[in-house]
């Protein structure tokens, strides 16, 4: 089974920061890494696609990057509404498997 | 607009089964792979269970394989799952999810989620 490794687990940040959220997979997965958004109490939401792609209807200050078996999330810019947990989840092949998460807190 | 509806969630002992459904509308339900994810209290995401669109294929997860059953029935757009030999660890928030259609098990559309807890 293909292991997805997230960092970091939490990260203080201030409104207007750019922030940096890392997965490792454990074996090449392509481009088949996605990203979500989850707040509390509400389903998850996407992000990003294949790893670089934006979803219809996100800001355009969430980017996403591959470097081999590396992937990055990035927020140009922070908001008051992007504090929220992160995950990411490979597509490559079931099971599936997401990340351990990174909660995103106001410093 | 994607409406993604699951129910059948409660408490149940452990050692007992409970079937989680999930009814799907406004979008061709036959044509989208469809996964349940669940979420233990205060913890992260776990795929559990997954169903192509035909419902000729499924996948499991090692931690619920040979316990729990994936179907669907594509004439009333539902998704379900059967739940046996239910343990502690089985306690969490069950999603429903719909395959996006930008690529295989990419997850743009989720239910509010049921939450099931196993306990005496």
Do not use: H
């Not at chain 1, 920061?17 to 074996?27: E, F, G, K, Y």
């Not at chain 1, 947990?85 to 990340?99: K, M, N, R």
């Amino acid at each position: 089974d293909i292991q997805m490794t997230q960092s970091p687990s939490s990260l203080s940040a201030s409104v207007g920061d750019r922030v940096t959220i890392t997965c490792r997979a454990s074996q090449s997965i392509s481009s088949y890494l996605n990203w979500y958004q989850q707040k509390p109490g509400k389903a998850p939401k996407l992000l990003i696609y294949a790893a670089s792609s934006l979803q219809s209807g996100v800001p355009s200050r969430f980017s996403g990057s591959r470097s081999g078996t590396d992937f990055t999330l990035t927020i140009s810019s922070l908001q008051p509404e992007d504090f929220a947990t992160y995950y990411c989840q490979q597509s490559y092949s079931t099971p599936l498997g997401f990340g351990q998460g990174t909660r995103l807190e106001i410093k | 607009e994607v409406q993604l509806v699951e129910s059948g969630g409660g408490l149940v002992q452990p050692g007992g089964s409970l079937r989680l459904s999930c009814a799907a509308s406004g979008f061709t339900y036959s044509s989208y792979a469809m996964s349940w994810v669940r979420q233990a209290p205060g913890k992260g995401l776990e795929w559990v269970s997954g169903i192509s669109g035909s419902a000729g294929s499924t996948y499991y997860a090692d931690s619920v394989k040979g316990r729990f059953t994936i179907s669907r029935d594509n004439s009333k757009n539902t998704l379900y799952v059967q739940m046996n030999s239910l343990r502690a660890e089985d306690t969490a928030v069950y999603y429903c999810a719909k395959e996006d259609s930008s690529g295989y098990w990419i997850f743009a559309n989720w239910g509010q989620g049921t939450l099931v807890t196993v306990s005496s």
